[in-house]
């Protein structure tokens, strides 16, 4: 069975940004999804939505089917149970919410005791396995927070997002904040993880690269949709939709001094998600717009095997060219917006309320 199938996912904040709209995701266990886009395209925005952490008056439609139970559909009791032990979040700025006046042996263990696996021993011995499964010495469990690097910070958030065994793991920018070493060692962690146990893995990031090396399937998201998924290496190297084109020419190839000298960006600014422009979404910046696009919208169509862009474009014989021309702006963007759990059921763990309160503060 499909571990994660998401279908025709809207999400519209109560103040009327449509953030997601009309999102279709699958997700087989042990496969790795990227997903892409510049900054407010609705990235977090959908993470949150697959565990119903978006704030009360938040309008969610369609289904979100884990393990084939829809999410959506699900008794309050049902989500918390399935929330870390059936998918588990590593949030957007995470290494920076762990409680710092605890232990980050107890905030690791909360979790799995919140959830009744364990009795306080077994989950003191868990968190020790969990420290190592991530490359902590198991003693480091007596560590506060701020005896920690932001890299092993990470780590630790990392172990608590696997301590009750989930199924689905969901990485809303992992390593953004950490520098290329350390992001290396977390990226190569998280494959290894995935391997050995057989999760799935849904990975945020606005960066191309790290996903095209990370994930097998990369999806590209523009003002709320879906506007181009496929194989993650055809979809970084000869993106079809002129959206994720621009996006993967922001990032220069290693070997191409001409990336180097000549880095590409967009022009223009995302669309405000409360006033969308009509017709296609992407046309007041498109390169290679048709007079059609800025009435008639584009429904994703079959770019190659089990590859789909959303443009009008895809399926004629001029696609707009290899990549649209070298513009004044730049294409990624990493201000960290968000929301929150449902109204305080006291349930969560405290790096969860944490960074619930970090996501409150900086939006
Ligand atoms: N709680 C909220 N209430 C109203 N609008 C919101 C809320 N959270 C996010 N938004 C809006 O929804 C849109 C999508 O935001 P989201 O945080 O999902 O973007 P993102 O793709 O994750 O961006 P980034 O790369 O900056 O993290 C943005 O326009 C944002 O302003
Ligand atoms: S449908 Fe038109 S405006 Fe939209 S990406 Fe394709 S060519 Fe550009
Ligand atoms: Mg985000």
Redesign the pocket.
């Known amino acids: 069975m499909t571990l994660l199938d998401v279908r025709d996912l809207t999400v519209t ?3 009327g ?1 449509a ?2 709209r009309g999102v279709d995701l699958r997700l087989e266990a042990g496969r790795k999804l990227g997903i892409a ?10 993470a ?1 939505a697959l565990l119903r952490l ?2 009360a008056g ?1 309008r969610v439609g369609g289904k979100i089917l884990l393990d084939g139970e829809d999410v959506l559909a699900m008794k309050w009791g049902r989500v918390r149970a399935v929330r870390w032990a059936g998918a588990s979040i590593v949030f ?1 700025g995470a290494m920076h919410s762990l409680n710092p006046v605890h232990r980050i042996g107890d905030q690791i263990a909360e979790p799995i005791l919140l959830h009744g696996r364990a009795t306080a021993a077994t989950a003191r011995k868990r968190t020790g396995e969990l420290l190592e499964q991530v490359g902590l010495p198991a003693a480091r469990a007596s560590a506060y927070p701020h005896e920690l690097s932001g890299g092993q910070r990470q780590r630790v958030m990392i172990a608590m997002a696997l301590a009750c065994d989930p199924r689905l793991i969901i990485a ?2 992992p390593t953004t904040a950490l520098d290329v070493m350390i992001q290396a060692q977390i990226l190569r962690l998280i494959e290894q993880l995935v391997a050995d146990q057989g999760v799935g893995l849904i990975m ?1 990031s ?1 960066d191309l690269a790290v996903l095209a090396d990370t994930c097998d399937r990369l999806a590209v ?1 523009y003002a ?1 949709r879906v506007v181009e998924e496929g194989p993650a290496g055809q979809v970084y190297e000869s993106a079809r939709h002129p959206y994720a084109r621009a996006l993967s020419a922001a990032f220069p190839r290693i070997g191409d001094p001409s990336s180097r000298f000549a880095p590409r960006g967009l022009p223009g600014d995302p669309p ?2 409360a006033a969308l422009p009509a017709g296609c979404t992407f046309h007041p910046r498109c390169p290679v717009a048709l007079d059609s696009c800025a009435t008639e919208d584009q429904p994703l169509r079959e770019a190659g095997p089990d590859w789909r862009a959303a443009c009008v474009r895809v399926g004629s014989n001029d696609d707009g060219g290899p990549e649209p021309e070298p513009g004044p702006g730049n294409t990624a ?7 929150a759990t449902e109204p305080g059921d006291g349930t969560e763990p405290e790096a969860v309320r944490a960074s619930e309160e970090a996501r409150h503060s900086a ?1």
């Open positions: 904040y109560a103040g940004a953030a997601v886009g510049e900054s407010g395209c609705g990235k977090s925005t959908l949150l978006l704030p938040t957007q809303d920018e945020i606005h998201m709320g405000d998600p963007g990493a201000a960290g917006s968000g929301d939006s």
